[in-house]
């Protein structure tokens, strides 16, 4: 029998849940409760498309031509979005990841970034996943075991789905801005939501609106949290939140994936620390200290 093309399937249980992590990029494959997806994923079979579930480290989204300074010195990443000469969503989304700790229902991952061309710092990550009567939480960790500061940015790509097309999905996104991109999916102006088609600031369907934004000014909670909802006709729905580590969400409706089946059947919504270009324009980017630890968190939990 041929292996999946994403390594070992992680399975997590707890109650009515399940979820599944894969070996390769720590990515969330499914995450399902009471047999319902919460989380648009793909079949052990395939591949991810569009960033499907994957962590994106240590730089989310985008980075123009590769190429950004840090500490005085120049450095020049590879083009993994040849068509628009990007640097596109970090380094371990394709590498193997070692199993570090497992229970019913949870797991957590790890791998190293090595120092290499374009990156030349030496960062551990750590992905952990759990299940609990909450629903999902994961926690995106990093440390910086290299000599030198290193600049770092994570990220993390599920697909939400209520079970309905976007269009007809009911969307609440408590942020006062949201970044313009130009066409290379790099933002070059911030601009207010208020009066404009992409203030979810109160619950409305999405419609036939096209959004790949990032949405920053985020209203939170007393915990720190930002929440987005989403619902369907039906009452069915769920909470996604995000702790203070994320700066900005990126919300993208699937117009443009590869497999026209697949657009706009499921909303994804990235919890991000920086926004793309962060590594040229130093917004919200993190400077990890020889010895420095970082930590992101978000989850979901669905009715």
Same mark, same amino acid.
């Given at each position: 029998m041929a292996s999946s093309p994403t390594g070992t399937q992680h399975e997590l249980t707890h109650a009515d849940q399940v979820a599944v992590v894969t070996e390769m990029g720590a990515t969330l494959r499914t995450y399902e409760v009471g047999g319902r997806p919460v989380i648009a994923g793909f079949p052990a079979t395939h591949r991810p498309d569009g960033g499907r579930g !994957? *962590?994106?480290a240590p730089w989310p989204n985008r980075i123009r031509d590769g190429r950004y300074s840090f500490g005085g010195e120049e450095h020049q990443l590879g083009l993994t979005e040849v068509p628009k000469r990007n640097a596109i969503h970090g380094l371990v989304r394709w590498t193997g990841w070692q199993l570090a700790e497992r229970g019913a229902d949870r797991v957590s991952l790890t791998t190293t970034v090595w120092p290499q061309t374009g990156y030349p710092?030496? *960062? $551990?990550? /750590?992905?952990?996943? /759990?299940? #609990?009567?909450?629903?999902? @939480? *994961?926690?995106?960790?990093? &440390?910086?075991?290299? @000599? $030198?500061?290193?600049?770092?940015?994570? #990220?993390?790509?599920?697909?939400?789905? %209520? #079970?309905?097309? %976007?269009?007809?999905? +009911?969307?609440?996104?408590?942020?006062?801005? $949201?970044? *313009?991109?130009?066409? &290379?999916?790099?933002? %070059?102006?911030?601009?207010? %939501?208020a009066g404009t088609a992409y203030d979810f600031r109160t619950s409305r369907t999405i419609g036939d609106l096209v959004i790949d934004d990032a949405y920053v000014g985020l209203g939170r909670g007393s915990d720190g949290r930002v929440r987005v909802t989403l619902e369907n006709s039906s009452g069915h729905g769920l909470e996604m939140w995000a702790d203070e580590a994320a700066s900005c969400l !990126? +919300?993208?409706?699937?117009?443009?994936?590869?497999?026209?089946?697949? /657009? &706009?059947?499921?909303?994804? +919504?990235?919890?991000?620390?920086?926004?793309?270009?962060?590594?040229?324009?130093?917004?919200?980017? +993190?400077?990890l200290q020889p010895g420095a630890e970082h930590e992101l968190r978000w989850g979901v939990h669905s009715w």
């Amino acid at each position: 029998m041929a292996s999946s093309p994403t390594g070992t399937q992680h399975e997590l249980t707890h109650a009515d849940q399940v979820a599944v992590v894969t070996e390769m990029g720590a990515t969330l494959r499914t995450y399902e409760v009471g047999g319902r997806p919460v989380i648009a994923g793909f079949p052990a079979t395939h591949r991810p498309d569009g960033g499907r579930g !994957q *962590v994106l480290a240590p730089w989310p989204n985008r980075i123009r031509d590769g190429r950004y300074s840090f500490g005085g010195e120049e450095h020049q990443l590879g083009l993994t979005e040849v068509p628009k000469r990007n640097a596109i969503h970090g380094l371990v989304r394709w590498t193997g990841w070692q199993l570090a700790e497992r229970g019913a229902d949870r797991v957590s991952l790890t791998t190293t970034v090595w120092p290499q061309t374009g990156y030349p710092f030496l *960062v $551990r990550l /750590r992905a952990t996943y /759990r299940l #609990g009567d909450g629903g999902l @939480d *994961v926690a995106l960790h990093a &440390r910086n075991d290299g @000599d $030198r500061a290193a600049p770092y940015g994570v #990220g993390h790509h599920p697909y939400l789905t %209520v #079970g309905t097309a %976007v269009d007809a999905a +009911v969307l609440t996104l408590p942020a006062g801005q $949201r970044l *313009v991109a130009d066409d &290379r999916g790099i933002p %070059v102006a911030a601009e207010a %939501v208020a009066g404009t088609a992409y203030d979810f600031r109160t619950s409305r369907t999405i419609g036939d609106l096209v959004i790949d934004d990032a949405y920053v000014g985020l209203g939170r909670g007393s915990d720190g949290r930002v929440r987005v909802t989403l619902e369907n006709s039906s009452g069915h729905g769920l909470e996604m939140w995000a702790d203070e580590a994320a700066s900005c969400l !990126q +919300v993208f409706t699937g117009d443009t994936l590869p497999d026209p089946a697949l /657009r &706009r059947q499921s909303l994804a +919504v990235e919890p991000m620390s920086c926004p793309a270009g962060a590594f040229d324009t130093g917004a919200d980017l +993190v400077t990890l200290q020889p010895g420095a630890e970082h930590e992101l968190r978000w989850g979901v939990h669905s009715w």
